[in-house]
């Protein structure tokens, strides 16, 4: 199994640009998850999803857009990049039961100049 | 509010050493699930433990450890005979009723040889 797969690994953006990354899963997983991990922030929760057509924001959602049409995918759109948007993200997905763990994709580096 | 302090940022031993990471959480729900989570330098997170509230036993997994005491809010990690291998940020985590994740800052964990 692929687990959670994202894309791209590493992107360079200027300010102003848009991008999307990418992130599918094909553990039938109903929740699903966008993180960005900044130094000594810890994992920061942008957005998430209980399930297809359900969409929700998190803890720093300003600046990104999520959409969730298929269980398998949910992409992370940012709109218009500024440099504080600099970070390592990283999607995740579990079963919606609380007890589920999130299971991790390897992260996209973004660098925003 | 839902929280979880990890108050060690940096933490460097001598491999062969023993070392706790400490886990303070805050929550209301009565029903809820902690999880540790470990990133190596290579910069997946990979999953290690999840404890209900309901179940206050310690649990060991070769050289780790895990204490969880609800009266103390704590759910701390120990590492036994510490290697090399296990250098890493490691993050405890929360799950909440409504599903979400909470992450703590994490703690870094620098093992010498």
């Known amino acids: 199994n692929a687990g959670v797969t994202q894309t791209p690994k590493f992107q360079v953006l200027k300010t102003g640009q848009s991008m999307t990354l990418q992130c599918a899963q094909d553990?039938?997983?109903?929740?699903m998850s966008w993180y960005r991990q900044d130094p000594g922030m810890g994992l920061r929760l942008i957005h998430y999803s209980v399930g297809a057509g359900i969409t929700d924001q998190g803890e720093v959602p300003n600046g990104y857009n999520v959409s969730r049409s298929t269980t398998e995918d949910f992409p992370l759109r940012l709109l218009s990049a500024a440099p504080s948007q600099t970070s390592v993200y990283f999607c995740a997905s579990s079963y919606r039961g609380q007890a589920g763990e999130l299971f991790f994709g390897e992260g996209s580096r973004l660098t925003v100049l | 509010a839902q929280k979880v302090t990890q108050a060690q940022t940096e933490i460097s031993v001598v491999e062969k050493e023993d070392v706790t990471l400490d886990c303070v959480y805050e929550t209301r729900d009565t029903t809820y699930y902690l999880f540790w989570y470990k990133q190596p330098p290579s910069g997946e997170l990979v999953f290690l433990i999840r404890r209900n509230s309901f179940d206050e036993q310690n649990e060991i997994s070769g050289r780790y450890s895990w204490n969880f005491q609800k009266s103390t809010s704590s759910f701390n990690f120990t590492i036994t005979a510490s290697q090399v291998v296990d250098s890493a940020v490691y993050f405890c985590?929360?799950?909440?009723?409504?599903?979400?994740?909470?992450f703590g800052p994490g703690t870094r964990l620098s093992v010498l040889p």
């Open positions: 553990m039938n997983h109903e929740y």
């Open positions: 985590a929360l799950r909440r009723r409504g599903q979400n994740f909470v």
